[in-house]
């Protein structure tokens, strides 16, 4: 029998191998790219390891987005934790490229530690790393190496890539760009390139032929590029460069858009023909929009999720405008009920003074609620709230806007959330708006959708799910609920009508909105624990259904939020910024702490 290969590593784990039962028990086999090695509730009877090639963990629940939850590189193992605990593995791990993987059988392994602690010692702190790192969302084991793949006639993209180059760098980490000048470079070549830089970035033009399929294979995530002012290519032209990330929705759509584009048109076209993980827009010239994409791969990207709350949720337009003046970026936006119509403000580059303008217009000015109706399915007809939607909003796609965006409606048929990440905006609000009672449901394809927030009224978790990088969070839901004096009957109907009060909704409506926000501890749990910067403004002074309460609101956002950065040590893009190679190899050097 052939011995195994050497594990790539200087390690205890890689002496592991040196042992002569693990030699001989011990198997090696090629996994292909796409293919899984276990996944999540199969039983733990080895221990795996990469030899070549790069693995991705990743987190499947029923009912929510799938989570990619890192990289296993060469050298690194798998599956130990379960391996350990006598457990079921709790994630699925597949091959992103074509790997080797080692098998060391349960009482194999077990047998080596006691002969060499040393093994057992590392393993041991490799497991602590990996579960500080799910607690304090660290960031080793994110994905390095990125390819670019033209998709149709986009013109040279090396050029492009060469600037996204210099925009990582500029972030601190050690960076390059290969093209098809290495696709005759052997294996090892790659390899150590790959262990060398903090990033790797591969770039393939519209004519490399062979080197575009490599190109495919050899990464942890594949961006693919296209004009955005032109129509996709044909179906066959866009898959002619198969990837096994696509399976797993690690495969991107960047769209090249002119630098003086006001907003992009025709994106849901490419949506169909390319079936995208997530898109961007990329102006030419455009350093900003450059800035994001390097913020997205180096995992600096800084994801916002506003939470609903009727009138509370006027906090966030103040909230929105301290980010902007601390210079906080904003690279996705998304939100639930109120929170989703001022986060699709953000993603449609309204700046502060028409963010302020259109939402006093739409719902401060006159009351959304005003059209008071027979109350058969709802207590208002909702024409007011539609009319409006589709004056600030038109005929805008989701895909259209400048920033990823996303809200959440309840489907009432389904029994779960539904994610709108496409389609027409207006559209998708007005189903997130749709509080049970007051607005009526949002019919979709026969589904019927009511407001976000019955199911998830902060849904960070979803966002996290969407991108690695910090989550701001802005939840006005926790502050004092509902008391006996806002559900008590008017003293006299006509002075209740002659006041004006009756244009906020009679007090039902105060009940019928705070039980529809209020969030259950398990969904506020993950929503916090996806939060990296939570705001959470004392609103409780305004009344939910009070759309006249504007000031106060934003007010006290914007002031919630300055707090919360002024808490901060390190910019909010920094704050899960993963250490560059040479600031590992200065840590590893540093005299250890006593005490």
Same mark, same amino acid.
């Given at each position: 029998?052939?011995?195994? $290969?050497?594990?790539?590593?200087?390690?205890?784990?890689?002496?592991?191998? *040196?042992?002569?039962?693990?030699?001989?028990?011990?198997?090696?086999?090629?996994?292909?790219?796409?293919?899984?090695?276990?996944?999540?509730?199969?039983?733990?009877?080895?221990?795996?390891?990469?030899?070549?090639?790069?693995?991705?963990?990743?987190?499947?629940?029923?009912? !929510?987005?799938?989570?990619?939850?890192?990289?296993?590189?060469?050298?690194?193992?798998?599956?130990?934790?379960?391996?350990?605990?006598?457990? $079921?593995?709790?994630?699925?791990?597949?091959?992103?490229?074509?790997?080797?993987?080692?098998?060391?059988?349960?009482?194999?392994?077990?047998?080596?530690?006691?002969?060499?602690?040393?093994?057992?010692?590392?393993?041991?702190?490799?497991?602590?790393?990996?579960?500080?790192?799910? =607690?304090?969302?660290?960031?080793?084991?994110?994905?390095?190496?990125?390819?670019?793949?033209?998709?149709?006639?986009?013109?040279?993209?090396?050029?492009?890539?060469?600037? @996204?180059?210099?925009?990582?760098?500029?972030?601190?980490?050690?960076?390059?760009?290969?093209?098809?000048?290495?696709?005759?470079?052997?294996?090892?070549?790659?390899?150590?390139?790959?262990?060398? !830089?903090?990033?790797?970035?591969?770039?393939?033009?519209?004519?490399?032929?062979?080197?575009?399929?490599?190109?495919?294979?050899?990464?942890?995530?594949?961006?693919?590029?296209?004009?955005?002012?032109?129509?996709? $290519?044909?179906?066959?032209?866009? !898959?002619?460069? $198969?990837?096994?990330?696509?399976?797993?929705?690690?495969?991107?759509?960047?769209?090249?858009?002119?630098?003086?584009?006001?907003?992009?048109?025709?994106?849901?076209?490419?949506?169909?023909?390319?079936?995208?993980?997530?898109?961007?827009?990329?102006?030419?010239?455009?350093?900003?929009?450059?800035?994001?994409?390097?913020?997205?791969?180096? +995992?600096?990207?800084?994801?916002?999720?506003?939470?609903?709350?009727?009138?509370?949720?006027?906090? *966030?337009?103040?909230?929105?405008?301290?980010?902007?003046?601390?210079? =906080?970026?904003?690279?996705?936006?998304? +939100?639930?009920?109120?929170?989703?119509?001022?986060?699709?403000?953000?993603?449609?580059?309204?700046?502060?003074?028409?963010?302020?303008?259109?939402?006093?217009?739409?719902?401060?000015?006159?009351?959304?609620?005003?059209?008071?109706?027979?109350?058969?399915?709802?207590?208002? *007809? +909702?024409?007011?709230?539609?009319?409006?939607?589709?004056?600030?909003?038109?005929?805008?796609?989701? &895909?259209?806007?400048?920033?990823?965006?996303?809200?959440?409606?309840?489907?009432?048929?389904?029994?779960?959330?539904?994610? !709108?990440?496409?389609?027409?905006?207006?559209?998708?609000?007005?189903?997130?708006?749709?509080?049970?009672?007051?607005?009526?449901?949002?019919?979709?394809?026969?589904?019927?959708?009511?407001?976000?927030?019955?199911?998830?009224?902060?849904?960070?978790?979803?966002?996290? &799910?969407?991108?690695?990088?910090?989550?701001?969070?802005?939840?006005?839901?926790?502050?004092?609920?509902?008391?006996?004096?806002?559900?008590?009957?008017? &003293?006299?109907?006509? /002075?209740?009508?002659?006041?004006?009060?009756?244009?906020?909704?009679?007090?039902?409506?105060? @009940? @019928?909105?705070?039980?529809?926000?209020?969030?259950?501890?398990?969904?506020?749990?993950?929503? /916090?624990?996806?939060?990296?910067?939570?705001?959470?403004?004392?609103?409780?002074?305004?009344?939910?259904?009070?759309?006249?309460?504007?000031?106060?609101?934003? &007010?006290? +956002?914007?002031?919630?939020? @300055?707090?919360?950065?002024?808490?901060?040590?390190?910019?909010?893009?920094?704050?899960?910024?993963?250490?560059?190679?040479?600031?590992?190899?200065?840590?590893?050097? /540093?005299?250890?702490?006593?005490?």
């Amino acid at each position: 029998m052939s011995r195994l $290969p050497d594990i790539p590593d200087e390690s205890a784990l890689a002496r592991l191998f *040196h042992q002569e039962r693990v030699q001989q028990e011990s198997t090696w086999f090629s996994l292909p790219g796409g293919q899984t090695l276990f996944s999540a509730g199969d039983s733990s009877e080895e221990l795996f390891f990469v030899r070549a090639g790069r693995l991705g963990a990743f987190r499947r629940e029923p009912g !929510h987005e799938t989570q990619f939850l890192g990289v296993i590189r060469p050298g690194e193992p798998a599956g130990e934790m379960s391996l350990i605990a006598a457990a $079921p593995h709790s994630a699925d791990v597949v091959a992103l490229r074509d790997s080797e993987i080692i098998a060391v059988p349960r009482d194999v392994f077990f047998e080596a530690c006691e002969a060499d602690t040393a093994v057992m010692i590392e393993l041991a702190k490799l497991m602590m790393l990996r579960s500080r790192q799910a =607690v304090t969302k660290g960031g080793v084991g994110e994905p390095s190496v990125f390819g670019f793949v033209s998709l149709g006639q986009t013109g040279p993209l090396r050029a492009l890539v060469d600037r @996204l180059t210099l925009e990582i760098a500029r972030l601190g980490y050690s960076v390059t760009t290969i093209g098809h000048e290495a696709q005759s470079a052997p294996t090892e070549w790659f390899s150590d390139v790959e262990k060398t !830089h903090d990033f790797v970035l591969y770039v393939a033009e519209a004519a490399d032929g062979g080197w575009r399929q490599m190109v495919a294979r050899q990464v942890d995530r594949l961006f693919r590029v296209g004009r955005g002012d032109r129509k996709p $290519p044909r179906e066959e032209a866009v !898959h002619d460069v $198969p990837s096994p990330l696509q399976a797993q929705q690690l495969v991107d759509l960047i769209l090249l858009q002119p630098p003086d584009l006001a907003r992009p048109e025709g994106s849901e076209a490419w949506l169909d023909a390319a079936t995208p993980a997530r898109l961007f827009h990329v102006r030419r010239d455009h350093d900003g929009d450059l800035k994001r994409i390097a913020r997205i791969l180096t +995992g600096q990207s800084v994801g916002l999720v506003l939470s609903g709350g009727g009138a509370r949720a006027y906090a *966030h337009v103040g909230a929105v405008r301290a980010l902007r003046e601390r210079g =906080v970026p904003i690279d996705f936006v998304g +939100g639930v009920s109120m929170g989703a119509v001022i986060a699709a403000g953000v993603a449609m580059g309204w700046t502060d003074a028409e963010m302020d303008e259109r939402i006093k217009e739409a719902f401060v000015n006159t009351s959304p609620l005003a059209d008071i109706a027979l109350p058969l399915l709802a207590m208002t *007809h +909702g024409l007011k709230v539609n009319e409006r939607l589709a004056h600030h909003f038109g005929d805008t796609q989701i &895909a259209d806007l400048w920033l990823p965006f996303f809200c959440l409606s309840s489907n009432l048929t389904t029994g779960a959330y539904q994610m !709108h990440r496409r389609g027409l905006l207006r559209r998708a609000l007005r189903a997130s708006v749709s509080l049970p009672g007051i607005l009526p449901p949002a019919i979709d394809d026969n589904n019927v959708l009511v407001d976000g927030a019955v199911m998830k009224n902060f849904p960070a978790d979803v966002m996290r &799910a969407s991108q690695l990088g910090p989550i701001v969070g802005v939840d006005v839901t926790q502050g004092r609920s509902i008391t006996a004096d806002d559900v008590a009957r008017p &003293a006299s109907v006509w /002075r209740w009508i002659w006041s004006g009060e009756w244009k906020k909704g009679p007090p039902i409506v105060s @009940l @019928l909105m705070r039980t529809a926000t209020v969030s259950t501890s398990r969904d506020l749990t993950a929503a /916090r624990d996806a939060t990296d910067v939570l705001v959470m403004p004392d609103v409780s002074k305004v009344e939910i259904r009070d759309f006249s309460a504007y000031a106060p609101a934003v &007010a006290e +956002g914007y002031r919630a939020t @300055l707090e919360a950065l002024d808490k901060l040590s390190v910019p909010v893009q920094a704050v899960r910024r993963r250490p560059s190679l040479d600031e590992l190899a200065a840590q590893k050097t /540093r005299p250890a702490a006593i005490g």
